[in-house]
């Protein structure tokens, strides 16, 4: 029998399927906070906290750009973001992430 390492998050969403909706389920509330004030005081939390590599620091915007399509739906970003500016809710229904198992 074969023995296996850990498996990686990246192999394990590699499993995952999504149907992506036109608009976003997630929205930043207040960009100037992420600008102005997370970067210097906590780095930028949303930018690693995320498994999916939703959340990325445009420095020539100045600004998160959000990738929605990306979301696993693991929730972390309800109580990730320091100064909750985060806003997330479950994509409409029918669209997603459609888990598989196996
Ligand atoms: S953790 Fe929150 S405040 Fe900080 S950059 Fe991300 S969304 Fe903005
Ligand atoms: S719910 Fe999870 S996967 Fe989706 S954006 Fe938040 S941290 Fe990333």
Request: net charge positive; aromatic share 12%; glycine share 6%.
């Given at each position: 029998?074969?023995?296996?390492?850990?498996?990686?998050?990246?192999?394990?969403?590699?499993?995952?399927?999504?149907?992506?909706?036109?608009?976003?389920?997630?929205?930043?509330?207040?960009?100037?906070?992420?600008?102005?004030?997370?970067?210097d005081?906590?780095?930028?939390?949303?930018?690693?906290?995320?498994?999916?590599?939703?959340?990325?620091?445009?420095?020539?915007?100045?600004?998160?750009?959000?990738?929605?399509?990306?979301?696993?739906?693991?929730?972390?970003?309800?109580?990730?973001?320091?100064?909750?500016?985060?806003?997330?809710?479950?994509?409409?229904?029918?669209?997603?992430i459609?888990?598989?198992y196996?």
């Amino acid at each position: 029998m074969e023995l296996r390492g850990p498996v990686r998050v990246e192999e394990k969403l590699y499993t995952l399927r999504w149907k992506h909706d036109r608009t976003s389920h997630i929205a930043i509330t207040d960009p100037r906070t992420c600008a102005d004030r997370c970067g210097d005081e906590w780095r930028r939390p949303c930018t690693t906290f995320c498994p999916a590599k939703v959340y990325e620091w445009d420095p020539e915007q100045a600004r998160i750009v959000v990738a929605y399509e990306n979301c696993v739906e693991c929730t972390t970003c309800l109580v990730g973001c320091p100064y909750r500016v985060i806003d997330w809710r479950p994509p409409r229904g029918g669209f997603g992430i459609q888990y598989r198992y196996g």
